[in-house]
């Protein structure tokens, strides 16, 4: 069968359809799960699904850069420690502050402190 439809043949067509037919699907089940299960919450008087989730990370790689952390350093949840950065023991990273190594290495030694909102960039 030579019968084309939009420069394809019609079996790679039909293939193309199911797999859309099955994202759709998918799709639907998904959301179908995802609102039964909002109403057994609210039912339950349980709203933490309403709690938005804070998908920032305070440790970044940038490409093959990696930061270098001790286990006694403290950052905090929204500061950001980027690329090649080396921080010492008993050093601290506080609220807003970016270190970013992205273009020469950072070191911040021991017994160190970053304040808050503080920008720190090589």
């Not at 938005?52 to 950052?75: E, G, I, K």
């Not at 807003?96 to 920008?119: K, L, M, W, Y």
Request: hydrophobic share 45%; glycine share 8%.
């Amino acid at each position: 069968a030579t019968l084309k439809t939009r420069g394809l043949p019609l079996r790679k067509l039909r293939v193309a359809m199911l797999k859309r037919v099955a994202v759709g699907v998918g799709k639907a089940l998904r959301d179908t799960g995802q609102a039964v299960e909002r109403m057994g919450m609210r039912a339950q008087d349980n709203w933490i699904f309403a709690e938005p989730f804070c998908r920032h990370r305070a440790v970044m790689n940038l490409f093959d850069q990696r930061p270098t952390l001790a286990p006694s350093v403290f950052v905090a949840p929204n500061a950001s420690v980027i690329g090649n950065v080396e921080v010492k023991c008993q050093s601290s990273i506080w609220y807003g502050a970016v270190v970013r190594g992205d273009q020469s290495n950072i070191f911040i030694g021991g017994c160190s402190s970053i304040c808050d909102r503080t920008v720190v960039q090589s």
